[in-house]
Structures are given as structure tokens and as C-alpha cells.
């Protein structure tokens, strides 16, 4: 395989990132005190930006089938309550999903390009991909080459991400999983996401899951901090996920303080924040009935995915 | 919000509902002097009324001290310095330090909200700086106490005698615990004077002290005004004077003493700069510029009110820095989602006022976020200069509050230039990727505190205080222990 250095377009070098001062900015939102009303209201939206996911070698259509059923009812017995995002599977059930999800609004993302560890060659990821998009996924999650990245080999990273973008077309929303638990510094954080971004991802996001550390709040702010900048310079605004770890209510109101704070309310919708998560939407709806009821019930009260 | 509608295109407006600290501050409705260890009225009966500046409404009122009570208080520490605390060993004297560290960390929340309530300052603020760095001061000086030796080796360290303190309202307890805490670790007996407007938290520590069963007199709290201030500094039983404050007061005590055997330090004004390379990471030093000016409000001597910006970054990083202020939460200073408080008296907010005129008049560009402020008490916009000159009053004057003077700069002498072109001396900050350029450009500035990729940074171990008319003297640290000690030879 013939590797090409080249610049990417627009070239503008990433700023550096200074870890110690991200950690005390992460630290000072991460203190805001949200209470009554506009924690309802958080925990509502944050609801309603969940990609419910199941990325298991074990899924089986009966399980996606009862993953669509929980994002349609996510608990009946609280009213008012908003369905989530999307549902993110692998290529092979986006058939299923589609099926049972038709006419609910909500979306069907699937994992694509070798998805978790993106150790395949450039053919066999547009391949991927075309067959998910074939059997009508609406959002790809792709995975970067993370080898090629750590190289330096940037050229060969952005025209991927380009070329994945491009088959996927306006129609299909892209979402660029850069693993950041393998990219090891903040300065390559902010370094992908600004390649990403360039390239033409919708979405930057941060983990596959099956990496830890999956999402934290440091590198949630560096990629925020990079759709900012690049939101400055085009005008275009792009969207950001963070995805595997975010189990609680109160660390999705974390990051909720920290999109609203660093992006603006512009940016606190399902369109340009999504958090990708299975286990988050029930610590939510318990939360949810604690404020309706005053007390809080027992898991058993919440049907699992 | 739309509950259901996934595709929404325009975000949530999400106003954070109001979240106060609920902690009582347990704050008397009236306060007399603390001397001799009891709470006394005041000779000529004479009381002030303190204000909450958040809504300009009486929080209590506080007695004040005249001649004859200053007179009275510094006898009161000359017996306690002849009979008791300088002839008990340093190890005895450690446990009562210790005693009040412990003491007050207990208490933190309660003492935390009163300060708010009496200063004006964020709750946020108070809480997580303030206190605990009250009571980091006393941990650590209260462990020198008994190793006074190995703190001068070859010398024997004697207690100064009676020390005089005078404090500056925007850090009032911090600043009490700054000066107590060294004073009596060395075997001083101390005389302090709260400022006029925030005396609350110097009472409430009396109080602990009480409790902390103190020999009486050590220390003596008496509050009041310039005069009383000035009775202190001229009054001649006393050995040390210890001042914070503004420079020209600093320059009328120098004056004072001037002649006489007293030993003084003081902790004066500071305009400090706060110098952007363009190989910073932007975004962290625009986090820097935020907690360097609007901390406390800016009613800090060595706040960062003087911003030098490297050309090639200058526009993105004035863009950003209005994004982020537009982000400030101004408002009641007990809410725990405050950024920013309020002005602490308005008397400090008519200076504010005047200085930020003449700014306008002589030409520089003011910005200002439309934020909502309060009705009542005293609040100020967080402000922008920019297109300022070195000869505009804003960009040599300390204004003490929420206001910032942007320049820019071509290469680094120009920078050090600028930074250095101020009687001040206090404080500079630098941000650069570049480890190199720190060391560089920090050896020729001209400051007692220098912050690298950071600012306002303050810990007891750390020695503090200014260059040329920002001060003389250091304070915290081994350095902080010098002012309070007369070295005698042992060899």
C-alpha cells in the first residue's frame, strides 16, 4: 500500500492543549449546582440525545428487536416523555432496527470501517460501509485509523474520513470515533478532531467503548473546544458525541453544563449532541420519577434494554 | 423545550434554577472589640453599621475602636507577650495554632457564607479559596513553631514583641489568618485591624480563638476605620507593623514610622500583566485571563488587569474572551452557580465608575456583556478595554474591580518592556507552550510573584509580596517568617 503525506485542506495547526488547565476548567463546570426545573429540563433533553447502543459480537435480532421497543417506551409510566436519538448496532442488524423502528423518528446509526479496532484495509471499510448504508443505516460511526494517526500519517487519515463522508453523502450523517484512550495525549485529541472536523465528519466522538478510558470530560472539552474554533472559522456547526462510561444522570448533566458553557444553547440539541450509552437512559428516568414522586424506586421498576 | 422532537434545531434555553447555600453564617446581630481575650464595648461608645453589598441592607453592626482602645488592646498584647506566649516553648504555642486550624476547618461552610455575606464574594470563592486557604495558613505556620531552629540555622529566632496588623477588605479572613498565623508561630503577640466594611470574619475567628482557649490578649481584634488604623501605626507600644492595603496609604506608613524603631512590612497595590504568546494554548490561557482579572471580582492586588496579547492571536483571543465572559453568571453571591459577585462598598464602586469614564474619555474601546445585574446593593459589568494606550490612567492606575485593559505586543522585549513599565511590582503571569520562554522572559520581569501557564495561584509554602511600590517584605512561606523574628546570633 502506497502511503501519500499531503496536507489537508484548510490547513491550520492545532493549538496547543494545555492538560492541567483543562482539567481545572473540567473541574469548575463539573461544580455547577443544577436543580428543580433545570434539572428536569437537562435530564429530559439528555434523554432525548441518547444513541441507545449494543455493539456485542452475542446480538441477535430478538435483542435489537427489544432495544428498539425500550427507545419507543423508554418508561410509560412517566408522561411527556421524549424517545431517544437513535439506536447504533452493527451493520448485520440494521435491517431489524429499521424494521421496528419505522415511523418513530428515531434514527438508525451503525458502526462501520472495521469497526472496533478500524484494522482493515481502505476496500474492505468502503465495503463496510456501503452495506450498512445499503441496508439503511441513517448515521455511520466510523472508526479512524488509529495505527496510521500515530504515525503521523495524517494524509492517509483525512482522505479515509473523506472518502467514507463522500459515500455517505448529505443523506447519511457521519460520526468520526477517534478513540481517544488510544490516542494518549491531549494535544493529539485536539490534533484529530481538528483533522476529523476538516475532513467532513457531522460528528467528532470519542470512543468506540471497548477502550478504556472510553469518554471523559477533559477530552469531551478539547473535541468541544475544536468544533468551536471550527465553527469560528467556517461558520459550520458540527456536532459532538461522547460515548461509553456516561452511566449517571449527574455525569450527563456534566456534560450538558459543559456543551451549553464552552458550544452555547445552540448546540444543546439531539442534531449536535448525542451521547451514546446502554445503561444511562434508566439512572436518567429514575431521576426523572424521583421528581415527580419525591422518592426513588428500586431498578426493578425500570425495564432493561 | 420540545420534549419529543429529535431534529429540533435550535438548542434548549436552559437558565440554571437558583441553587443557594444554605449554611447558617451565624452572625450577631451586634459585635463588641475583642481585647484581653473578652468582648468589650468601645470607650467612646461609638458603632458601625456593615452592610451586605449584595443588597446595600444592614448585616449586623460592629463596634469601633478609638484611642483609648487601641491603647488598651496593645497593652493587653504586651502582657501577653511579657508574661505568657514569648516564654512558652514553640512546641506549646504550636498546639493553639493547631487548635485553630482544626477549629475553623470544622466550621468552614459557616464562616464561608458569612464571608460572602459580609464581602460580597461568590459563595464558590469563598468556600473552595478563601477558607481552606485560611486554614492552610494556619496548619502550616503552626508547624514551625517549635522548629524556629532549623528555620535559621546558627541563629537564634526572638520574637519581635507586638505586632500591629491592618488588612484590606477583599480577602478579610484569608488576610487575617496571612498575619496572625506567622505572628504567633514566632512568639509575637498581635493588634489586628479588620477593614471598615468587612470586620465580620476577624469577630467570628475571635470568637474561635476564645473558644480555642487562647491565652487572653495574644491576640486582640479591633475593628474601625483610618483613624483607628492610624492610632495603631502611632502608637508607640507597638513593635512591628504588618500592613495590606493600597499604596498610598502604604507610602503614609512608611512616612509615620519613618524614625522610629518599629519594624513594618507592606503588601500595596499591583497592576499586574498577564502576557499571551501566540504559541499558548488559547484556550486554557483564556480560562487564565478569566480567573486572573474577574476572581473576587477583581478586588485583588495582584489580579491580572493588565492583558498583553502577542499580535498574531489578538483577534481570536479578544473573540473568545467575550464568548466566555457572556457565559459569567453575575448575581447573588450565595449561589453556588455565581462567577461573579458584588462590588464590595460604594465607595469602591464610584472608583470603578470614574476610572472606566476616564478610560472612555481618553480614548480606549470599552465592551461589556448585556448581562442582567441585580436592583439592589453594588455590581459591576465585567469590562473590556480595548485600543489602549501605556499613558491611559486605566492602564497605569489600579482600579481594583472587574475591569481589563487589553494590548498587544510584536515581540517578547516589547512585552517585558510593557510589563515592566508600571510603578508596581506585584504580580505577572506569562503563557507560552514553550518551557524555555518562561524562563526567559520571567527572569527580566520585574514582580514578587510570577504564574506560568496559570494565574492566581496562591499556597502557604509560596512567599508573597511586590517589587518597587507594590511592597517590601514577603509574606507566607520560610520568607514569611523573617518579618516576625529578631535573629540573634548562636555560634
Known amino acids: ?305 | 423545550m420540545s420534549t419529543t422532537s429529535v431534529a429540533s434545531s435550535t438548542g434548549l434555553n436552559w437558565t440554571y434554577a437558583p441553587a443557594p447555600e444554605t449554611a447558617d453564617p451565624k452572625i450577631r446581630s451586634r459585635y463588641e472589640l475583642f481585647i484581653d481575650g473578652r468582648f468589650v464595648p468601645p470607650a467612646e461608645g461609638q458603632y458601625r453599621t456593615i452592610l451586605n453589598p449584595a443588597t446595600a441592607e444592614p448585616l449586623t453592626e460592629v463596634a469601633e475602636a478609638g484611642a483609648a482602645d487601641i491603647d488598651r488592646a496593645v497593652k493587653a498584647a504586651r502582657r501577653a507577650y511579657e508574661k505568657v506566649w514569648s516564654r512558652m516553648p514553640g512546641r506549646e504555642r504550636g498546639k493553639y495554632i493547631y487548635r485553630i486550624a482544626r477549629l475553623l476547618q470544622e466550621r468552614a461552610r459557616e464562616f464561608a457564607v458569612a464571608e460572602s455575606k459580609n464581602g460580597g464574594k461568590p459563595i464558590r470563592e469563598s468556600r473552595d479559596t478563601d477558607i481552606p486557604l485560611s486554614v492552610a495558613h494556619f496548619f502550616y505556620y503552626a508547624g514551625w513553631a517549635d522548629k524556629l531552629n532549623y528555620a535559621f540555622p546558627g541563629a537564634r529566632a526572638r520574637p519581635v514583641g507586638v505586632c500591629g496588623q491592618v488588612i484590606p477588605w477583599n480577602f478579610p479572613l484569608l488576610m487575617a489568618a496571612w498575619k496572625i498565623a506567622p505572628a504567633l508561630a514566632t512568639g509575637n503577640t498581635v493588634v489586628l485591624k479588620p477593614a471598615e466594611t468587612t470586620p465580620v470574619t476577624s469577630l467570628k475567628l475571635a470568637e474561635l480563638i476564645q473558644e480555642a482557649d487562647l491565652p487572653p490578649g495574644v491576640v486582640n481584634i479591633v475593628p474601625g476605620g483610618r483613624p483607628t488604623g492610624a492610632a495603631l501605626v502611632q502608637h508607640p507600644g507597638v513593635d512591628k507593623i504588618a500592613f495590606t492595603g493600597s499604596t498610598a496609604v502604604g507610602k503614609w506608613i512608611m512616612k509615620a514610622l519613618a524614625g522610629t524603631r518599629k519594624k513594618y512590612t507592606l503588601e500595596l497595590g499591583g497592576k499586574a500583566a498577564n502576557i499571551i504568546f501566540e504559541d499558548a494554548a488559547i484556550d486554557q490561557a483564556v480560562e487564565g485571563i478569566i480567573n486572573a482579572i474577574f476572581f473576587n471580582q477583581g478586588h485583588v492586588c495582584c489580579a491580572g488587569s493588565r492583558l498583553l496579547v502577542q499580535e498574531g492571536v489578538a483577534e481570536i483571543l479578544i473573540t473568545k474572551l467575550k464568548q466566555r465572559i457572556r457565559t459569567l453568571i453575575i448575581g447573588d453571591p450565595l449561589d453556588k452557580n455565581t462567577d461573579i459577585g458584588a462590588i464590595n462598598s460604594r465607595e469602591q464602586l464610584n472608583r470603578i465608575e470614574s476610572l472606566v469614564a476616564s478610560g472612555r474619555e481618553e480614548g480606549a474601546e470599552i465592551w461589556q456583556p448585556d448581562c442582567p445585574l441585580p436592583e439592589k446593593g453594588f455590581w459591576y459589568r465585567p469590562t473590556l478595554f480595548t485600543n489602549v494606550s501605556q499613558a491611559h490612567r486605566i492602564a497605569q492606575e489600579e482600579i481594583f474591580g472587574p475591569v481589563l485593559t487589553i494590548q498587544t505586543f510584536r515581540t517578547p522585549e516589547e512585552a517585558i518592556e510593557r510589563a515592566n513599565n508600571t510603578p508596581y511590582g506585584l504580580s505577572d503571569g506569562v503563557w507560552t507552550d514553550k518551557g524555555a520562554k518562561i524562563f526567559k522572559v520571567t527572569r527580566q520581569l520585574r514582580a514578587g510573584v510570577i504564574w506560568a501557564n496559570t494565574f492566581n495561584k496562591f499556597d502557604p509554602t509560596s512567599p508573597f509580596g511586590g517589587y518597587k511600590e507594590s511592597g517590601m517584605g514577603r509574606e507566607g512561606g520560610w520568607h514569611g517568617l523573617l518579618p516576625y523574628v529578631e535573629l540573634e546570633e548562636t555560634a
Open chain 1, 1 to 305: 500500500m502506497q502511503v501519500v503525506q499531503q496536507p489537508y485542506p484548510n490547513w491550520h495547526p492545532s493549538p496547543p492543549v494545555d492538560q492541567v488547565g483543562v482539567e481545572e476548567r473540567v473541574a469548575r463546570l463539573a461544580a455547577r449546582s443544577i436543580k428543580k426545573e433545570s434539572k428536569v429540563a437537562a435530564l429530559k433533553l439528555a434523554l432525548s440525545m441518547i444513541d441507545l447502543t449494543t455493539l456485542e459480537g452475542s446480538d441477535s435480532p430478538g435483542k435489537v428487536r427489544q432495544l428498539c421497543y425500550k427507545a419507543k417506551h423508554l418508561h410509560d409510566a412517566l408522561p411527556d416523555l421524549p424517545h431517544v436519538a437513535a439506536v447504533c448496532v452493527y451493520p448485520t442488524l440494521v435491517r431489524v432496527a429499521r424494521e421496528e423502528l419505522a415511523g418513530s423518528g428515531i434514527k438508525v446509526a451503525a458502526v462501520a470501517t472495521a469497526f472496533p479496532s478500524g484494522q482493515a484495509d481502505r476496500e474492505t471499510k468502503i465495503r463496510d460501509t456501503r452495506y450498512a448504508i445499503d441496508e439503511g443505516a441513517e448515521e455511520i460511526d466510523m472508526v479512524i485509523s488509529r495505527g496510521a494517526f500515530l504515525r503521523g500519517e495524517y494524509g492517509y487519515v483525512y482522505d479515509e474520513i473523506a472518502e467514507i463522508k463522500s459515500l455517505c453523502g448529505d443523506a447519511v450523517h457521519l460520526k468520526v470515533i477517534l478513540e481517544t484512550g488510544e490516542l494518549g495525549t491531549l494535544d493529539r485529541v485536539r490534533q484529530a478532531s481538528d483533522l476529523a472536523l476538516a475532513a467532513g465528519a457531522d460528528f467528532i466522538k470519542t470512543s468506540t467503548g471497548k477502550i478504556q478510558p472510553a469518554a471523559t470530560l477533559p477530552v469531551t472539552l478539547v473535541m468541544l473546544e475544536a468544533i468551536r474554533d471550527f465553527h469560528l472559522r467556517t461558520g459550520q456547526k458540527r456536532g459532538m458525541k461522547p460515548a461509553g462510561g456516561i452511566k449517571t444522570a449527574k455525569t450527563a448533566i456534566q456534560y450538558l453544563v459543559m456543551v451549553n458553557e464552552t458550544l452555547g444553547p445552540e448546540w444543546l440539541t439531539p442534531s449536535l449532541f448525542r451521547i451514546g450509552a446502554s445503561t444511562l437512559a434508566n439512572d436518567i428516568l429514575m431521576q426523572l420519577a424521583k421528581e415527580t414522586t419525591g422518592v426513588y424506586q428500586c431498578a426493578d421498576y425500570f425495564s432493561q434494554a
